[in-house]
């Protein structure tokens, strides 16, 4: 598709989960756009954005989902130039986060000034349909370089795409959050080779993992019981290191799109335990963004 897409025709009534949130809900992942004119794709991007999926909607989406803290994560349609992110936080304000994209492209003093913005971690695209994969080398580079800064490193990657990975992260000694967990398939469950790998990996202290995009990859109808069932198991194997994201706006979706609602309420399902639900929606992001 080669023009800007509506978000405005894709979107579902916005609607409060119940029960509300709790107290400083944390939604870790949303992607904002704009005017293509301000915040120009970059050449080769996977996609092509809707532009009227902004920070303000993002904001309203969240205040009425009852969110409290949010974390704005640079899209690969913008790559480096991080224009639209600083914009997003200093619209958001101080309850909100951002992770940028770093490469070698990326100058010290940009990194700097990400930080002050409010940026605490850099996110991988390994995921090869993206092209923007870095290579391990460059990797390495960008993970010496976000170490000084307390940044956690967000790995994006597809299913056996991991295989390629676990040596290249074998020795991080800095936070590593495995994104939307995996894109494993959930009808292999938690016994299939990779999922199995990363409980094995998520024993580590630096080792978290996203619960995201369950409704995209669920067998099952909404309201994607097997999903709940899969991400479940993901954060009681994963307690204090388990986080949990909308995804909003829901880019190159191929099913009836949800309500945000509704995927707070799939994660309710998947931890119906108050004091595990309390951990994912705000202990732990707290921890890892530094919100505290």
Known sequence: MST?????????????????????????????????????????CAYQPFADATIEAALSMHAVLGVNRGVIVQSTVHGTDHTILY????????????????????????????????????RFNFWKQLNIAPSPSEFRRS????????????????????????????????????????????????????????????????????VSNGDRYAADAKPWNDAASFIGGIAAAAPDRTIWSTDWPHVQYQKAMPTDAELVELLYRATPDPELRRKVLTANPAKLFDFN
């Open 4 to 44: 800007i897409e509506s978000f405005a025709k894709f979107r579902t009534d916005l609607a409060s989960p119940t029960p509300p949130l709790p107290p400083d809900a944390c939604d870790c992942q949303v992607h904002v756009f704009g005017d293509p004119a301000r915040y120009p794709p970059r050449p080769g």
């Open 87 to 122: 914009d997003a936080l200093a619209t958001a304000g101080r309850d909100y986060r951002g992770v940028a994209i770093v490469t070698d492209a990326i100058t010290d003093a940009e990194l700097q000034r990400l930080h002050d913005a409010g940026v605490r971690g850099a």
């Open 143 to 210: 993970v010496a370089r976000i170490k000084q800064f307390g940044w956690l490193a967000k790995i994006h990657a597809s299913r056996d795409e991991w295989n390629e990975l676990f040596p290249l992260l074998r020795d991080l000694d800095v936070p590593i959050v495995i994104d939307h967990f995996g894109h494993l398939d959930i009808r292999a469950g938690l016994d299939q080779p990779i999922a199995k790998a990363f409980l094995e990996r998520l024993r580590a202290e630096n080792w978290w993992i996203m």
